[in-house]
């Protein structure tokens, strides 16, 4: 019995999990990290994954440079501060905002990211899709045969406020890739960005979902259905 409470006690702690249904600004998807960020800090709120959709919008990272923003009216841009450069977000792209204490969970900011990686890999592979990392490139990759190129399907750009994470990643799932002929992604030319869709894998918002919960839990523990905070801040 005393074993068994021993475990129960390590347990890592249960983590909300919400789904927006209505596109969020991204201004307000900030200010509301950034309340919750201060609040698991303090011990007040439970750490939260929050899925959702942005509507059309560049957003420049801490090493964006401005000969990376090729189209400079096409959609808003905006300045962040997670790390990275250039990115898009937009209809058909589930967002993953985490908001975890890195310091608790992971030890370090390298662990952290290693384990968000691998949280992707392991969703795409229950996809049906084989993503890897690959060095000096941030995000996760695909080869795309029938182009014959090696594309980004997932990003990542991560921010520490207290040690707790802000932002968290991107997976693209059928958004319109030629909003992103606007920016450099990310910063690296030479290789392109592709989509579930695109590479022959045409599911719905819903069954990504469930795949990365799944994964999630797998790795990091038990979650409960939160609130989507979408409710605060949707648009039309």
Request: overall charge neutral; proline content about 6%.
């Amino acid at each position: 019995m005393q074993e068994r409470l021993a475990e129960v006690q390590m347990s890592p702690p249960v983590v909300d999990w919400a789904v927006s249904t209505l596109p969020v600004e991204y201004l307000e998807a900030v200010r509301f990290m950034e309340a919750r960020a201060e609040q698991i800090a303090a011990g007040t709120a439970l750490e939260l994954v929050w899925l959702l959709e942005h509507p059309a919008i560049y957003t420049a990272g801490t090493s964006a440079r401005p000969s990376d923003l090729i189209a400079t009216d096409r959609f808003p841009v905006l300045n962040t501060g997670r790390g990275g450069r250039f990115t898009y977000h937009g209809p058909g792209q589930r967002v993953i905002y985490v908001m975890l204490d890195v310091k608790q969970r992971f030890g370090d900011v390298r662990t952290f990211v290693a384990a968000l990686e691998a949280w992707m890999i392991g969703t795409l592979d229950d996809l049906g899709v084989k993503g890897e990392t690959r060095p000096g490139r941030v995000g996760i990759w695909v080869p795309d045969a029938t182009r014959g190129t090696e594309d980004k399907v997932a990003a990542l750009g991560l921010r520490l406020k207290k040690w707790v994470s802000l932002h968290g990643a991107s997976l693209n799932v059928s958004p319109d890739l030629s909003h992103y002929d606007g920016i450099v992604p990310c910063g690296i030319a030479e290789h392109g960005v592709t989509s579930l869709a695109r590479l022959g894998h045409a599911v719905s918002m819903e069954v990504v979902d469930n795949a990365l919960k799944a994964q999630f839990e797998r790795r990091f523990g038990a979650t409960r259905g939160a609130p989507a905070p979408a409710t605060m801040c949707p648009i039309a």
